[in-house]
């Protein structure tokens, strides 16, 4: 329910909009513009300021693009991938980032963001083989929750991941899998079907030799 003095990302409710239709209300941005807006954009999030934070990324990427000379790079594809996914509505994996509540911080998001990223990420292991990570899977892009690690590591981090304990570590079920020398599916199999959990990561040859098992 929207009640006035509530926030909505850049938007505060001033007053409901007596204009004839579906639900509206008057709200003052940030920037100091104030605009009606419909009741149920605020509340889905589709609308989070007057404009001007979309026209702050266009001008940002206008300034990236013809500053540092470096569009074409592997970094610059990362840097706009992460906003991308926690700012346009449309990226299809936004739902799991923007749509979480997930943002980039404004020292990789505002003017000269992609150098300030780019600086950081050299000086802290960025290498081709490399992904960037967030090492809380519900925090935000940001130097103190970011850090370069292999696809192992950002796969076992995954924040929907079925986790098995092998030799006294925790692992995702791809990657327990992988160390054992068995697919993903044929551990899938087990546990799905009623296999005894010390079991589960049993080789396949010395599996194939059990007795079988009764879901």
């Known amino acids: 329910m929207i009640t006035v003095g509530k926030r909505y990302g850049r938007l505060l409710v001033v007053e409901k909009s007596v204009q004839p239709g579906k639900a509206k209300y008057l709200c003052r941005c940030d920037c100091g513009t104030e605009k ?6 605020l509340t889905s999030g589709k609308t989070k300021s007057c404009g001007c934070k979309r026209k702050e ?17 592997r970094l610059f594809r990362i840097h706009q991938g992460m906003k991308q996914r926690c700012n346009y509505l449309k990226n299809s994996e936004y739902s799991n980032y923007g749509g979480r509540g997930i943002i980039v911080c404004q020292e990789w998001s505002g003017v000269g963001g992609f150098v300030a990223f780019r600086d950081w990420s050299l000086e802290n292991g960025y290498s081709p083989e490399l992904t960037i ?7 935000d892009y940001c130097p103190q929750n970011c ?4 696809y192992f590591v950002q796969e076992n981090n995954r924040r929907n991941n079925r986790i098995i304990s092998y030799c006294g570590k925790d692992f995702s079920l791809s990657v327990a899998a992988r ?11 087990r546990i799905n079907n009623g296999w ?20």
């Open 147 to 150: 850090r370069w690690s292999s």
């Open 196 to 215: 005894p959990e010390q079991d589960w990561l049993l080789p396949v040859d010395l599996a194939n030799g059990q007795i079988r098992r009764s879901v």
């Open 133 to 139: 990570d967030r090492i809380d899977t519900n925090g």
């Open 57 to 73: 990324i266009v001008a940002d990427l206008g300034r990236s693009s013809s500053t540092h000379g470096q569009t074409d790079t």
């Open 179 to 189: 160390l054992i020398g068995i697919s993903s599916a044929v551990l899938r199999y």
């Open 36 to 41: 009606i807006i419909l009741a149920c954009s």
